[in-house]
């Protein structure tokens, strides 16, 4: 679509009572992201009430309507989903506005590839509007859904605003607050209000304003408080200690509701698997919702099924599991297959599948297994009926995402009740034992060894295809790993790829291949909301190392060696073996040492020519890399995992900024 440009809808697709709206965009740096947000008009252009305001602070509507899903990654960067029932919209909302807007100082001109799709709810993409030369603001309208008589058109807009997102929403009517000072004055009394009990929908974050003080000798009513949206982050309190166990001794195991002792086969561990994650998924609507709600569910009344018989043919099939939503009278279905214990899915089940749930008008058909889903690269391959009227629609869950998601809602987010967070934390134990089969991507491949090799004894050539094999195990890793870690912490963490625009996945992964077999080394970078730069992982397959980085820019003002000393200061309990390296303008190598030498001698972090110019400093911790293939102890995927853990909890954390800022005002005041 070009500026300005309009469709129907339903001139796509007879599909569109739901649809999915993404934006993306990538970053030069790798560094730069921008946050979603939507806004339901009425006749008037405006919004019916702050309600009608959905960004990061209150991401769902409580009628099911509109659902932020948050970001997915791409191959050249991120996207943010936005789930839409159009038909559970109000009937005197005529216009929904469909935004993104960045923080502080950053502009959208310092972004690539902006751009916004729409897909039915069978997953069809159905437009795209690409917008070329943003200039220098900080809000964009992307593009809006609007009403002609029964049906809704798409627009596409491409309005900046210099204003940011406090001013586009004030355009439309929202009494915001968006005051920084008054923000960071309200943290105690927000954090407060995040330790209470959630509800079971999130809200959103409201700022409320204290009455005057009335003249001496008058008695003045109370005035009611006025709540109005904030568009500063929530903060979220980490979660309390645990309460201490009733326990003799360590080897007393808690009494658990799924257990894990009996599972002796892999169909064991299959059916089990099914059913505990669809029964929680049916007593836990959040997370049964945010499970379902990137594949086009609506938002409704859940219930789920194992082991259901469904007539095919001759021989009747039995899908691992159903999943049902019922809203409005009518009916979302999706069938899911299930694989445990890194067992591969097989092609003509799932096409049974598909074809099964084409016949009955079922939605989707789901497949769970440990392995993750790469972009361009399907796991299994089906044939999809284009004549048939009704689509299904084909999506894949890894067990590792799955898990991600009860993390994030027990950690940091909550569910509504205390029942409800110890169900989910029952499902949290099952799925990481063991025993379970459910530990996620956990096998690099049969190509793993004898690439290995190949490296060591420099007999791989480029184009050998186990070559792309390790390339594609590894991708799925490192999307592993940001699941995994952004669990625990409670924020984004995402691949950082640097692609151009257009660039098929399969050419790209081809080329990481090729250079697999020139350097020896397969490499990623993490974006970890938050961090001063981009966590970079390295697997040197000559030397059998892990390296893990990161680089931190130097201050726009101050002297070098206040720079050195500062630093050294602020890794006072980072590790002893920790590399911290110089970097200095058009040199390959700076002044490098390890933070234990460097401790009493900040100065030798300064290059002996002052006139060269400090970009600034890469921190770096080595491990051996595992041997084995698996998630084994001394296998090379759990060395990754605990790579990548040990250096952002022991180094990263330290590090709020480039050194300066508020960090160099608190260490002033604490000297």
């Not at 993409?125 to 200039?135: A, Q, T, Y």
């Not at 009513?221 to 949206?229: C, F, I, L, V």
Request: charged fraction near 25%; include cysteine.
């Amino acid at each position: 679509m070009t500026m300005g440009s309009n469709v129907a809808l339903t001139a796509l697709s007879e599909n569109v009572g739901s649809a999915i709206v993404s934006l993306g965009w990538s970053s030069p740096t790798g560094e730069g992201d921008a946050d979603v947000s939507v806004l339901l008009l009425d006749g008037n252009g405006k919004v019916r009430s702050d309600a009608d305001f959905y960004f990061y602070n209150n991401p769902v509507a409580a009628d099911g309507s509109v659902q932020l899903l948050g970001k997915e990654p791409t191959a050249d960067g991120s996207e943010d989903r936005i789930s839409f029932d159009l038909t559970a919209v109000p009937a005197d909302v005529e216009r929904i506005v469909v935004a993104a807007s960045r923080y502080e100082q950053a502009r959208f001109a310092e972004l690539d590839d902006l751009k916004v799709t729409l897909a039915d709810a069978g997953g069809e993409s159905l437009l795209r509007f690409v917008i070329d030369d943003p200039g220098p603001v900080s809000a964009i309208i992307f593009g809006e859904l609007y009403r002609r008589g029964t049906e809704w058109k798409f627009r596409a807009v491409g309005q900046g605003y210099e204003s940011g997102l406090a001013g586009l929403a004030t355009d439309f009517g929202v009494d915001i607050e968006d005051d920084e000072a008054e923000s960071e004055a309200a943290v105690a009394e927000e954090s407060v209000a995040v330790t209470a009990p959630p509800d079971t929908q999130p809200q959103t974050t409201l700022e409320a304003v204290p009455a005057p003080r009335p003249p001496a000798g008058e008695e003045v009513a109370p005035k009611k408080r006025t709540a109005r949206p904030r568009t500063a982050k929530k903060k979220v309190t980490p979660p309390r200690a645990p309460v201490k166990s009733l326990a003799e001794n360590e080897s007393w195991k808690q009494a658990r509701l799924f257990p894990v002792s009996a599972l002796k086969s892999d169909r064991d561990r299959e059916m089990r698997s099914t059913s505990v994650l669809l029964s929680v998924m049916a007593q836990v609507p959040r997370f049964g919702r945010r499970i379902t709600a990137p594949f086009g569910a609506p938002s409704g009344r859940m219930e789920t099924f194992t082991e259901v018989s469904l007539p095919h043919g001759d021989t009747p099939r039995r899908p691992d599991g159903v999943i049902r939503v019922e809203r409005a009278g009518k009916l979302w279905t999706a069938l899911v297959e299930t694989k445990t214990n890194g067992n591969p899915l097989k092609s003509d089940q799932v096409q049974a599948y598909m074809d099964i749930a084409a016949r009955r008008g079922y939605e989707a058909v789901i497949t769970l297994s440990n392995d993750v889903a790469l972009e361009g690269s399907p796991l299994v391959d089906v044939k999809i009926d284009r004549r048939r009227k009704h689509q299904v629609a084909l999506w894949h869950l890894s067990w590792a995402e799955v898990a991600h998601q009860a993390q994030m809602l027990i950690r940091h987010e909550g569910v509504g009740n205390a029942a409800r967070t110890w169900l989910l934390q029952d499902l949290l134990h099952y799925l990481q034992h063991e025993n379970s089969g459910c530990h996620g991507f956990q096998n690099m491949g049969s190509a793993w060894v004898p690439v290995r090799n190949g490296i060591s004894d420099e007999t791989l050539c480029q184009g050998d295809p186990r070559a792309l094999g390790v390339v594609e195990s590894w991708e799925r890793l490192i999307r592993q790993v940001c699941l995994r870690l952004g669990g625990e912490l409670g924020q984004k963490v995402l691949p950082a790829q640097r692609t151009r625009r257009g660039t098929d996945p399969g050419a790209r992964r081809a080329r990481l291949a090729d250079q697999l077999c020139l350097e020896g080394r397969l490499q990623a970078k993490l974006r970890v909301e938050g961090a001063p730069g981009l966590l970079t992982i390295s697997a040197d397959l000559r030397t059998a190392k892990l390296r893990t980085s990161v680089e931190i820019p130097a201050p726009e003002q101050g002297y070098p060696l206040t720079w050195a000393k500062r630093l050294v200061r602020r890794l006072a309990e980072a590790p002893a073996d920790l590399h911290v390296e110089t970097l200095v303008e058009g040199e390959t190598g700076g002044p490098r040492g390890t933070l234990e030498r460097l401790r009493p001698e900040p100065a030798d972090l300064l290059p002996k020519d002052s006139a060269l110019r400090i970009t600034g400093f890469r921190l770096s911790l080595f491990k051996g890399m595992g041997s084995g293939r698996g998630n084994a102890e001394s296998g090379f995927i759990r060395s990754v995992d605990d790579a990548v853990h040990r250096f952002y909890t022991s180094v990263v954390v330290h590090l709020d900024g480039p050194v300066s800022g508020r960090a160099a005002s608190r260490e002033r005041a604490a000297v």
